[in-house]
């Protein structure tokens, strides 16, 4: 966990999950990049960018070219909060698949995840 006690989970947790994913996988974005990306309305992510913001977990900056633009960005602490998150979330669910699923039930996953690389891939 995060200095200060923040934890993922504990903030709009699917919203907030999905606005650091997309700048971690995009780069800076605007409001309107990222809701078009979620496919929901640049208002209603307000709530959920001020509390990221409120956490030093995103940072906007003005762009230079235009003064009515800002881009959103991970900060250094954002990036920590996503990594703990995502290896926790593996950690989780290799667990899980090593306890709950027999030995055919873990080959045809391990296929369908190869078939998945695959058109990730292609």
Not at 11 to 23: E, F, H, I, S
Not at 30 to 45: C, F, G, K, N, W
């Amino acid at each position: 966990m995060v200095g200060g006690g923040t934890k993922l989970t504990a903030m709009a947790p699917r919203a907030a999950k999905a606005v650091l994913g997309q700048l971690q996988r995009r780069g800076a974005l605007t409001a309107s990049e990222i809701a078009a990306a979620e496919r929901v309305q640049p208002q209603s992510l307000t709530r959920v960018l001020a509390s990221l913001e409120e956490q030093q977990l995103i940072s906007r900056q003005q762009d230079p070219n235009d003064r009515r633009r800002h881009t959103i960005e991970l900060t250094d602490r954002g990036r920590r909060l996503l990594q703990e998150h995502m290896q926790s979330s593996d950690d989780w669910l290799a667990e899980a698949i090593d306890q709950r699923l027999n030995p055919t039930e873990r080959a045809v996953l391990q296929l369908a995840a190869g078939i998945l690389d695959q058109l990730l891939d292609g």
